[in-house]
Nanobody, 121 residues
């Protein structure tokens, strides 16, 4: 599966931004999807994941209650709604896909290109 993330953006602290990631191919709906991020000088970290059906989601503690992952299989798209943004959310965000749940939360097989999100204080 090939993944194409939308452009990120610049927001002020407290603002909102929605990222989307479009997948190619008929098999998109069979993959678990996830979002990761990498801040300057830091390792890439898990943000959120959603099961192939959308029935299960998981969010990192650092974003729980502020970010929400969702998907629309009819449009081959996964979303990350980011609210109450903080400067520490500044990072390059990546969407990812894997056929296994463990894989999508740790070492996904497929990656989209990164998209920059910058939050100013």
């Amino acid at each position: 599966v090939q993944l194409q993330a939308s452009e990120g953006g610049l927001r002020q602290a407290g603002g909102s931004l929605r990222l989307s990631c479009a997948g190619s191919g008929r098999t998109f709906s069979t993959y678990h999807m996830g979002w990761f991020r990498q801040a300057p000088g830091k390792e890439r970290e898990f943000v959120a994941a959603i099961s192939w059906s959308g029935s299960s989601t998981i969010h990192a503690d650092s974003v729980k209650g502020r970010f929400t992952i969702s998907r629309d299989n009819a449009k081959n798209t996964v979303f990350l709604q980011m609210n109450s943004l903080k400067p520490e959310d500044t990072a390059v965000y990546y969407c990812a896909a894997d056929s296994s749940w463990a894989g999508v939360t740790k070492t996904p097989r497929y990656w989209g290109q990164g998209t920059q999100v910058t939050v100013s204080s």
